[in-house]
């Protein structure tokens, strides 16, 4: 079984506008809301790619009940922990300069929501893969990844999307895979990475930390997958960037859906490839006819 874990989930209020001007009323020229958090997106993914899995997290209030009632309409299935305080919003905006963001403050986590949560992760057993993505709240120690790690039973596969110190620490729980962006593995190591060879040489840095695995993403220029022995580049498909909201989270799901369907690490590489490419091209979410039409046009080489 899949289970992905949102700490920090979120509704995801999108807006466009022709054109924002500070300091004056902006009228949107159309708007929707979404259920949002990076573990959310990766679960729909998922889902959409008809594959079985359980989403958990932290959740509270009116807009926690939207995010519930939401999945439920996908029938997607989910074990959420609640909590007093409404969980957060996040305001995604795109005008004629390109895509702003405003996130939300997450709801207090009690000792005792923790509590349960690790109830919950104990009934994990070898052969489930447990998806770790997303922000922590503030009330939560930037260490919980590593504890949920250092807890899960042996023989779980944990897959951490994350950024930060909570990336950072993460890591010492020695997940199976670590997905950071290009940008985020630069800022871990506070450079700039200009080459190909800077993107391997620090990512495998990140390798000598405890990562078992990990995936860099760089947006059009594809993407390098770098495993203790090996790397591989993989192209990116051609395609119109139409919405880069969980794109990074569709490229998780693709690869967590190829583990799940025991799948090689490279050819699980390429299908997050596909899934997260196919979310970049669209306004919501890849489904499977999307991803499996770019699966073609992909190419892993070896380097």
């Known amino acids: 079984m899949i289970y992905i874990l949102t700490l920090n989930p979120s509704i995801d209020y999108i807006i466009n506008i022709e054109k924002f001007v500070p300091g004056d009323i902006n009228l949107t020229k159309s708007e929707y809301k979404l259920p949002g958090g990076k573990g959310i997106n990766v679960s729909q993914v998922l889902t959409n790619l008809q594959t079985p899995n359980t989403t958990l997290g932290f959740i509270g209030g009116f807009t926690g009940d939207f995010i519930k009632e939401s999945l439920d309409k996908k029938n997607i299935k989910h074990d959420f922990i609640e909590v007093c305080g409404d969980t957060r919003i996040n305001i995604k905006m795109k005008d004629s300069s390109g895509e702003s963001e405003i996130n939300g403050n997450s709801p207090e986590i009690s000792s005792e929501a923790l509590k349960k949560l690790k109830e919950k992760l104990g009934s994990l057993i070898s052969g489930d893969i447990l998806v770790l993505s997303g922000s922590v709240p503030k009330s939560i120690s930037s260490t919980i990844y590593k504890d949920i790690m250092t807890d899960t039973s042996d023989g779980v596969k944990v897959i951490l999307d994350a950024k930060g110190d909570a990336l950072l620490e993460g890591i010492k729980g020695k997940p199976y895979m670590i997905k950071p962006n290009n940008h985020e593995l630069g800022d871990i190591f506070d450079v ?13 840095k990140l390798l000598d930390l405890g990562a078992q695995n990990i995936i860099v993403s760089m947006s059009g220029d594809g993407a390098v997958l770098i495993t203790p022995t090996t790397t591989y580049m993989a192209s990116a498909p051609k395609g119109k960037l139409v919405n880069s909201v969980g794109a990074g989270d569709s490229l998780v799901a693709g690869f967590t859906y190829g583990i799940y369907k025991n799948l090689d690490i490279v ?27 770019l699966l073609k046009e992909i190419t892993v080489k070896k380097l």
């Open 192 to 204: 700039k990475l200009e080459s190909i060879e800077d993107t391997i040489f620090y990512g495998r």
């Open 267 to 293: 050819k699980a590489f390429k299908l997050g490839i596909a899934c997260g490419s196919a979310s970049a091209f669209s306004n919501f979410l890849c489904t499977q006819i999307e991803a499996d039409k």
